[in-house]
């Protein structure tokens, strides 16, 4: 899902929002089966997790870049996630709340969201 935003309390400026997470399959031997498994990178929100959701795949470029966290070579792929998607994540890893970065490099900012609130956002967002 793409959703145009305004931020009116910095700029003024639209931008895209095309949320984007990284995460990995690991694939596990479970007797004579393999299984994959979906690693997603979170981060700790008080003593809950919480998952990462990046503005665009660019900025998830970005932290890897200034991280050296999270990558490519490590198996960790940037994939967008559309609403749908989104709320299966925050229900199947009982995920309640999302960590926003600002742009890498820039304030350092994390925006945190709980996650009914961030699918609201999504939801009320007009689409591109």
Same mark, same amino acid.
């Given at each position: 899902?793409?959703?145009?935003?305004?931020?009116?309390?910095?700029?003024?400026? *639209?931008?895209?929002?095309?949320?984007?997470?990284?995460? #990995?399959?690991? +694939?596990? #031997? !479970?007797?004579? &089966?393999?299984?994959?498994?979906?690693?997603? !990178?979170? $981060?700790?929100?008080?003593?809950?997790?919480?998952?990462?959701?990046? /503005?665009?795949? *660019?900025?998830?470029?970005?932290? #890897?870049?200034? =991280?050296?966290? &999270?990558?490519?070579? +490590?198996?960790?792929? /940037?994939?967008?996630?559309?609403?749908? $998607?989104?709320? $299966? !994540?925050? +229900?199947?890893?009982?995920?309640? &709340?999302?960590?926003?970065?600002?742009?890498?490099? *820039?304030?350092?900012?994390? @925006? =945190?969201?709980? $996650? @009914?609130?961030?699918? /609201?956002?999504? *939801?009320?967002?007009?689409?591109?």
């Amino acid at each position: 899902m793409n959703a145009t935003a305004e931020n009116t309390e910095s700029s003024g400026e *639209e931008f895209i929002l095309t949320p984007t997470v990284l995460l #990995r399959l690991i +694939e596990a #031997r !479970v007797g004579e &089966y393999t299984e994959e498994r979906v690693e997603l !990178v979170t $981060a700790g929100s008080g003593t809950e997790e919480a998952l990462i959701v990046f /503005r665009n795949p *660019e900025e998830a470029e970005k932290f #890897r870049k200034t =991280t050296g966290k &999270y990558s490519a070579a +490590e198996g960790f792929r /940037r994939i967008g996630m559309g609403l749908e $998607a989104i709320k $299966a !994540v925050f +229900e199947k890893w009982g995920l309640r &709340y999302v960590h926003m970065p600002e742009a890498w490099g *820039e304030s350092g900012v994390v @925006d =945190t969201f709980e $996650a @009914d609130s961030f699918v /609201r956002m999504l *939801e009320e967002s007009p689409r591109v």
